[in-house]
């Protein structure tokens, strides 16, 4: 949530800087700006109310007239009245503010969607063929790993089945991932709950805006996590971290769970876009001044995954248009789906800055008895599946239909080095 402050003193600078996303956010800050002033001013009248109220008490000491009594008691009815009005004023407020995404960075590249994003360098070189490659769905089929119809029968459109050496393969990257990031990148493992409570779902930002594409429960009033950075972020929800607590870097593996409404149409052969699946996530909570430091770190953290996978990947630089809801500045990383012959997301990796922080009520102090500030989120993926699986089978697919396992992932499916059809 932004430091409403910006409303009052630097409109005019705060609405440009959130058209750069587009004129849907300029609006929603307008909204904002309207409701805060409907709130100061209500909230103004309500304190000249209780000042007045408490005039009146202290003159009426003695023997008051019942026309002072009656006069007392109109006021303390006009104030009741105007105090409901406040809190009418302040959840319109809280409801307009929640609507208005995040500050863009300066060094965020304008651009109107996706096809505006910069490609800022690539690493490894995509694999050419000998041979016709097959996609992943095909080369899946051959194998004998992944089973499309059980999904749809069991679940419906977008869900799938893993079965046998491709289940052992996905579990396999999981632990990879988590080793990777618990013992030489310094994060610490967490195992949260995959429901949350609405509080929680808009401390990160999920809501309202994504309210449509997120699985809800209503009579528990609890919501499925679209990603673990939902609970990593908001284990410390509300609270104030003691001096010396920051930087903290959790990761966790957990399914995800999306409608993928916004998605019709777009990447739906195969397991490239379904409604759930597992991601690992790195989540850092930092000092303000150091989060763009930690930004280049979870990145760096995340390509060396790509890296020890041996996948031809590119790092991509989002535009202003492609910008996430509550993030001020994202780098995509897309893997080389050889088969397929596209470039396939399987890392995201944001700077939150103090948005996430304000709407979960996170703070920290410098020093002990110092004042209370908010820190900064980061997050980002490490990696997500199943496209980082799609990008694997592809790449390294021989002509038989078999597909060699990387080096990094043999001592997770119990040294087999190849899988073969069955």
């Given at each position: 949530?932004?430091?409403?402050?910006?409303?009052?003193?630097?409109?005019?600078?705060?609405?440009?800087?959130?058209?750069?996303?587009?004129?849907?956010?300029?609006?929603?800050?307008?909204?904002?700006?309207?409701?805060?002033?409907?709130?100061?001013?209500?909230?103004?009248?309500?304190?000249?109310?209780?000042?007045?109220?408490?005039?009146?008490?202290?003159?009426?000491?003695?023997?008051?007239?019942?026309?002072?009594?009656?006069?007392?008691?109109?006021?303390?009815?006009?104030?009741?009245?105007?105090?409901?009005?406040?809190?009418?004023?302040?959840?319109?407020?809280?409801?307009?503010?929640?609507?208005?995404?995040?500050?863009?960075?300066?060094?965020?590249?304008?651009?109107?969607?996706?096809?505006?994003?910069?490609?800022?360098?690539?690493?490894?070189?995509?694999?050419?063929?000998?041979?016709?490659?097959?996609?992943?769905?095909?080369?899946?089929?051959?194998?004998?790993?992944?089973?499309?119809?059980?999904?749809?029968?069991?679940?419906?459109?977008?869900?799938?089945?893993?079965?046998?050496?491709?289940?052992?393969?996905?579990?396999?990257?999981?632990?990879?991932?988590?080793?990777?990031?618990?013992?030489?990148?310094?994060?610490?493992?967490?195992?949260?709950?995959?429901?949350?409570?609405?509080?929680?779902?808009?401390?990160?930002?999920?809501?309202?805006?994504?309210?449509?594409?997120?699985?809800?429960?209503?009579?528990?009033?609890?919501?499925?996590?679209?990603?673990?950075?939902?609970?990593?972020?908001?284990?410390?929800?509300?609270?104030?971290?003691?001096?010396?607590?920051?930087?903290?870097?959790?990761?966790?593996?957990?399914?995800?769970?999306?409608?993928?409404?916004?998605?019709?149409?777009?990447?739906?052969?195969?397991?490239?876009?379904?409604?759930?699946?597992?991601?690992?996530?790195?989540?850092?909570?930092?000092?303000?001044?150091?989060?763009?430091?930690?930004?280049?770190?979870?990145?760096?953290?995340?390509?060396?995954?790509?890296?020890?996978?041996?996948?031809?990947?590119?790092?991509?630089?989002?535009?202003?248009?492609?910008?996430?809801?509550?993030?001020?500045?994202?780098?995509?990383?897309?893997?080389?789906?050889?088969?397929?012959?596209?470039?396939?997301?399987?890392?995201?990796?944001?700077?939150?800055?103090?948005?996430?922080?304000?709407?979960?009520?996170?703070?920290?102090?410098?020093?002990?008895?110092?004042?209370?500030?908010?820190?900064?989120?980061l997050n980002g993926s490490g990696l997500a599946l199943p496209r980082t699986l799609i990008a694997l089978l592809e790449n390294n697919q021989q002509p038989d239909g078999s597909v060699v396992i990387p080096g990094a992932l043999r001592p997770y499916m119990g040294g087999a080095e190849v899988i073969r059809p069955g």
């Open positions: 949530m932004l430091n409403v402050e910006l409303l009052r003193r630097e409109p005019e600078r705060t609405r440009a800087i959130l058209a750069r996303r587009d004129e849907d956010a300029a609006k929603a800050f307008d909204t904002a700006v309207a409701a805060d002033e409907v709130w100061r001013r209500v909230n103004a009248e309500v304190e000249a109310l209780r000042a007045e109220r408490k005039q009146r008490s202290a003159e009426l000491r003695g023997a008051p007239t019942d026309a002072q009594r009656a006069e007392l008691r109109t006021l303390g009815d006009r104030l009741a009245e105007r105090e409901t009005a406040l809190q009418v004023a302040s959840a319109e407020r809280q409801k307009a503010m929640a609507w208005v995404p995040n500050l863009v960075d300066p060094s965020v590249p304008l651009g109107k969607d996706d096809s505006e994003n910069e490609v800022l360098r690539i690493w490894g070189e995509p694999r050419t063929f000998d041979f016709e490659p097959l996609d992943h769905v095909a080369l899946a089929d051959r194998l004998g790993i992944l089973d499309l119809p059980a999904g749809a029968t069991l679940a419906g459109a977008r869900f799938f089945v893993l079965k046998g050496m491709g289940a052992m393969l996905q579990r396999a990257l999981i632990n990879f991932m988590l080793d990777l990031h618990i013992h030489e990148q310094g994060y610490t493992e967490m195992h949260t709950p995959y429901m949350v409570k609405e509080e929680i779902m808009h401390g990160s930002g999920q809501l309202p805006k994504f309210r449509d594409n997120l699985f809800h429960d209503a009579e528990d009033d609890l919501w499925l996590i679209p990603t673990s950075e939902v609970p990593l972020v908001n284990m410390y929800y509300d609270q104030i971290l003691p001096a010396g607590a920051l930087p903290l870097k959790t990761t966790a593996s957990s399914p995800c769970w999306r409608k993928e409404r916004a998605a019709a149409g777009r990447d739906v052969r195969g397991i490239k876009r379904v409604k759930q699946f597992y991601k690992v996530e790195m989540v850092r909570v930092v000092e303000p001044e150091s989060s763009m430091q930690h930004l280049e770190e979870l990145v760096r953290d995340a390509e060396e995954v790509l890296r020890r996978l041996e996948l031809p990947y590119q790092v991509m630089l989002l535009c202003t248009g492609d910008l996430s809801f509550a993030m001020t500045k994202t780098y995509d990383l897309n893997a080389w789906a050889a088969g397929s012959g596209e470039w396939l997301e399987v890392s995201s990796i944001s700077n939150a800055n103090d948005y996430q922080a304000r709407r979960a009520n996170i703070r920290f102090r410098r020093e002990a008895g110092g004042k209370t500030e908010y820190p900064h989120t």
